[in-house]
């Protein structure tokens, strides 16, 4: 079955650190990867999407890598700061799926000081 | 301010109420989406609306029955709800249905 694993327990670094967040996927062939940050009480909020054939994508203090053999997504924060602190979700679109994204259950970020 | 609004926020019902969530959005997209999001699970996917037309039902039980009247506006209409219905259901658009999702806030439902 298709499934999509992201770090259940929560990741705490210190402030000014790279984080470094992992999605791992089987039994999919993506068209296309985004990742969202929800905030406790809110809804989620795209941050970036990168194609099958792409390797990386940046925006800002915001890397994305995707790694189809692999089959992983790598999630970088640097210079990280207390505002970076959320749930960060990684989501596939199927190739041929419309827009039909299946969710991981996110792994929690804390910067601390 | 996402440019999509849902209304409630809060909502408490019991099992034999009916209910309403509404969603509106601003940003002249063209699909939305009703999402649920359970403690400790991923976002389901309920139901998608694309050019007002139902586009997909995620095998949803039939007390939970979507409306969209127009492409600004999807409601989700709710009836003999059950505890374990007691989640977050977000709305969200795009446009087309290749793109990134806009969510609104969420309506935070408790089922007694």
């Known amino acids: 079955s298709q499934k999509i694993e992201q770090n259940s327990e929560a990741l705490n670094i210190q402030e000014g650190k790279t984080a470094t967040l992992t999605c791992n996927y089987t039994?999919?062939?993506?068209?296309?990867l985004q990742w969202y940050r929800q905030d406790p009480g809110r809804g989620p909020v795209f941050l970036l999407l990168i194609r099958e054939n792409e390797k990386e994508k940046r925006k800002e203090r915001l890397k994305v890598t995707f790694d189809t053999t692999l089959k992983q997504s790598l999630f970088h924060i640097t210079a990280s700061q207390p505002a970076d602190s959320a749930t960060y979700l990684c989501a596939l679109a199927l190739t041929g799926g419309g827009n039909k994204l299946t969710f991981g259950t996110g792994t929690q970020l804390k910067v601390e000081l | 301010e996402t440019g999509v609004t849902q209304t409630p926020r809060h909502l408490v019902m019991g099992m034999t109420n009916k209910k309403s969530l509404k969603c509106e959005q601003h940003?002249?997209?063209?699909?939305m989406y009703w999402y649920k999001q359970s403690a400790k699970k991923p976002l389901e996917l309920m139901f998608v609306y694309s050019l007002e037309e139902r586009v997909e039902n995620n095998s949803v039980p039939s007390r939970f029955s979507p409306e969209c009247p127009n492409s600004s506006h999807l409601f989700l209409h709710l009836h003999t709800l059950q505890p374990e219905d007691s989640a977050l259901y977000l709305c969200?658009?795009?446009?087309?249905?290749?793109?990134?999702?806009?969510f609104g806030e969420g309506s935070r439902l408790t089922v007694l």
């Open positions: 969200a658009s795009s446009q087309d249905r290749q793109r990134e999702l806009f």
């Open positions: 940003l002249g997209h063209n699909a």
């Open positions: 039994n999919y062939s993506p068209a296309y």
